[in-house]
C-alpha cells in the first residue's frame, strides 16, 4: 500500500503530526515559538552539511539544532541580550551560512524551494521508518518526563524546589524539539514546520480546559489538517506542505467561531 | 535520618550574590522534624532569598546547603500562572507528586476550598489560590514544608485558621517547616526559633529571647517588643462586666 506516493505522504504527514500536537502545545506554554522557528532556520544548515558530507540528513540536522540550542543556552547565560535578539541572531546567521555553504556546493543540483517549503510527496518508504520510529522514540521520552516537564513549565522554582530537576528535563525538551524537526524537515519544510507545531496547538486552547484534553485536540487538529490539506492540494493541485499549514489555518479560525458562539451561549 | 538528629535542611554561612550585590550573606539554620523556623525581617531582608537557598533554587551559594529529604511542599511568595496553560485547581493539586482523587478532595477541603476544584487555576482570588497553594504543599505529606507567606491575601478569619491547620498539620505529619511571614502575633506564638534578618541573620533564638534583643527593638520598633506579653499572658479566667475575676471551670 506504500508504493502510491500520495499514500506514503498521507502516511508521513499524519506521523507527523500525532508528535507536533502535543510538542506543540508545550511550544505555546512556555512562549517557544520563536525558539522552534530558530532551530527550524538552523536545520538549513544541517541539511546543507549533509551533502557536503554525504550522511543522513535528520541526522546532520538533529545534530546542528541541537547544536544551536546549546549555544542558544549558553549565551542566554553570559551575555545581557534579550531572548529574543539572541534567537534572531542564531536564526539568521545560521540560514545565511547554510545559504553559502550552499554556493560553494554547485556540483549539486540542489532543490531549495523544496528544503523551505518541504515536498512531502517525494516521501521514500525509507523517510516513513524515519518518521514513525523517530516520532514513537519522541513521544515515549514526552511521556516518561511528561510530570517535570509540566512542572517546570507551570512554574520553574516550584518544581526546582520540589525535586523535579527542570534544568535537566529542558535539556532534554529542547533534543526533543530539535528531533522532531529533524525527522519532519523533508515533509513540511524549515518554514512550514513551526506552523505545524503552532497551529494546531493554538486552535486546542481555543477549545481546551486542561492540559490533556489541550494535547488530545492539537493531535485531532494536526491529524484533520493533514488529511483536509493534502486531498485539497490533490483536488486544486497546489503544494502539499503550505496546502497542510492552510488547511490548519483553517480549523483555527473555526475554533475561534466556537469560541464566540460558546460564549454568548453562557450568556 | 537518626544519625544527623532529624535534620532536614541545614544552611551553613550561606549567601548570594547576584550583579555584585549581597541579597543575604552568613545565613546558618537547621529544620528539624516538628519544628517550625520562622524568618522575620522588613522587605528586602532576604527572607524569601534564604528560603530559595534551602530549596536548592539557588546555584551559585557562598557556604554550605545539606537537605536529607526530597519531599519538599513549597509555597512561593509569588506565583504567576500563563493565560496560554488551560490548567484547572485539581490538575495544578498533582503538579509534582500522584494524588489519588481522595487525597485532593482532602487537601482541598482542610484549606476550604474543595467547591473550586474545577475551577480554571486563572479565575481564582488572591486568597482562594493562596488557599490551593497551601493545600498543593501539604497533599503531597512532605516531610520538610516551606512557605513564604502563606497566608497573603487571606481574610482575618482564614488566615487565623489557616495557621492553625499549618501547626497541627505539622504535628501529625511530624514535619518541619520553614516560615516566612510578617505576622508577628503568629510568628512569636507558634514558632519554635526565630530568626531575624536584614541582609544577614541580626538575631536568633527563641521567640521569648528575640524580643528581648536590642536589635530587634531596632528593627521592627518599640511595639514590637510587647507583642509575646499578650501571648504569654494565660487566659485560665474571665472578667464579669462588673471587674470581679472569675475563675474558668
Redesign the interface.
Given at each position: 500500500m506504500f508504493d502510491d506516493f500520495f499514500i506514503r505522504a498521507l502516511v508521513a504527514g499524519l506521523g507527523i503530526a500525532l508528535v507536533t500536537g502535543p510538542l506543540g502545545c508545550f511550544v505555546?506554554?512556555r512562549?517557544l515559538s520563536f525558539f522552534a522557528g530558530t532551530l527550524a532556520h538552523s536545520s538549513l544548515l544541517g541539511v546543507t552539511l549533509a551533502f557536503s558530507f554525504d550522511i543522513n540528513i535528520s541526522f546532520s540536522v538533529l545534530l546542528i539544532s541541537s547544536a544551536v540550542a546549546l549555544i542558544l543556552l549558553r549565551l542566554q547565560k553570559t551575555t545581557k541580550l534579550p531572548s529574543d535578539a539572541l534567537l534572531g541572531l542564531l536564526a539568521h546567521s545560521s540560514l545565511a551560512i547554510g545559504l553559502v555553504v550552499i554556493g560553494f556546493l554547485s556540483y549539486i543540483r540542489f532543490d531549495i524551494m523544496g528544503l523551505l517549503f518541504g515536498d512531502i510527496l517525494a516521501v521514500n518508504k525509507k523517510d516513513l521508518l524515519v518518521i514513525w520510529a523517530g516520532g514513537a522514540i519522541i513521544l515515549l521520552v514526552l511521556k516518561l518526563i511528561w510530570?517535570?516537564l509540566?512542572?517546570s513549565?507551570?512554574?520553574y522554582?516550584?518544581?526546582?524546589?520540589?525535586?523535579?530537576k527542570p534544568e535537566k528535563i529542558n535539556a532534554v525538551f529542547t533534543i526533543l524539539m530539535a528531533a522532531i524537526i529533524a525527522i519532519s524537515i523533508k515533509m513540511v519544510g524549515i518554514l512550514l514546520i513551526t506552523g505545524m507545531l503552532i497551529i494546531p496547538a493554538a486552535m486546542a486552547?481555543n477549545l481546551?480546559?486542561?492540559?490533556k484534553?489541550?494535547i488530545i485536540i492539537s493531535i485531532i487538529g494536526g491529524l484533520l489538517a493533514v488529511v483536509l490539506g493534502l486531498y485539497s492540494s490533490l483536488e486544486f493541485n497546489t503544494a502539499s506542505g503550505p496546502s497542510i499549514i492552510t488547511a490548519a489555518l483553517v480549523l483555527f479560525i473555526l475554533s475561534m467561531f466556537n469560541i464566540r458562539k460558546f460564549k454568548q451561549l453562557k450568556k | 535520618m537518626s544519625l544527623n538528629n532529624n535534620i532536614l535542611v541545614k544552611l551553613e554561612n550561606t549567601g548570594v550574590m547576584l550583579d555584585n550585590k549581597w541579597l543575604v550573606k552568613g545565613v546558618s539554620l537547621e529544620v528539624k522534624k516538628g519544628k517550625i523556623v520562622t524568618l522575620i525581617g522588613p522587605n528586602g531582608s532576604g527572607k524569601s532569598t534564604t528560603a530559595?537557598i534551602a530549596?536548592?533554587?539557588y546555584k551559585n551559594i557562598e557556604g554550605k546547603v545539606e537537605k536529607f529529604t526530597?519531599k519538599?511542599?513549597?509555597v512561593?511568595q509569588k506565583?504567576s500562572?500563563?493565560w496560554?496553560?488551560?490548567?484547572?485547581v485539581s490538575?495544578?493539586m498533582s503538579?509534582?507528586?500522584?494524588l489519588t482523587n481522595d487525597e485532593i478532595n482532602n487537601a482541598l477541603k482542610l484549606t476550604g476550598v474543595e467547591h473550586l476544584k474545577n475551577n480554571?487555576l486563572r479565575n481564582l482570588s488572591g486568597g482562594e489560590f493562596q488557599r490551593v497553594l497551601i493545600a498543593r504543599a501539604i497533599s503531597?505529606k512532605p516531610d520538610l514544608l516551606?512557605l513564604d507567606e502563606p497566608v497573603q491575601g487571606v481574610d482575618f478569619k482564614g488566615e487565623l485558621a489557616l495557621y492553625e491547620l499549618i501547626k497541627e498539620i505539622s504535628e501529625k505529619l511530624g514535619c518541619g517547616i520553614l516560615l516566612i511571614s510578617h505576622d508577628l502575633h503568629v510568628v512569636m506564638s507558634a514558632t519554635d526559633h526565630v530568626l531575624c534578618l536584614n541582609g544577614h541573620v541580626c538575631c536568633s533564638g527563641t521567640p521569648q529571647a528575640v524580643v528581648k534583643d536590642s536589635k530587634y527593638k531596632e528593627l521592627f520598633g518599640d511595639r514590637a517588643s510587647t507583642i509575646l506579653s499578650v501571648y504569654e499572658h494565660d487566659h485560665d479566667h474571665t472578667h464579669s462586666p462588673d471587674g470581679t475575676i472569675e475563675t474558668k471551670k
Open positions: 505555546i506554554w512562549r510530570k517535570p509540566f512542572a513549565t507551570v512554574n522554582e516550584l518544581a526546582e524546589a520540589e525535586g523535579m486552547r481546551a480546559n486542561n492540559p484534553q489541550m | 530559595k530549596l536548592g533554587i526530597d519538599i511542599g513549597y512561593p506565583i500562572i500563563d496560554t496553560l488551560p490548567i484547572r490538575d495544578f503538579l509534582t507528586e500522584v480554571d503531597k516551606v
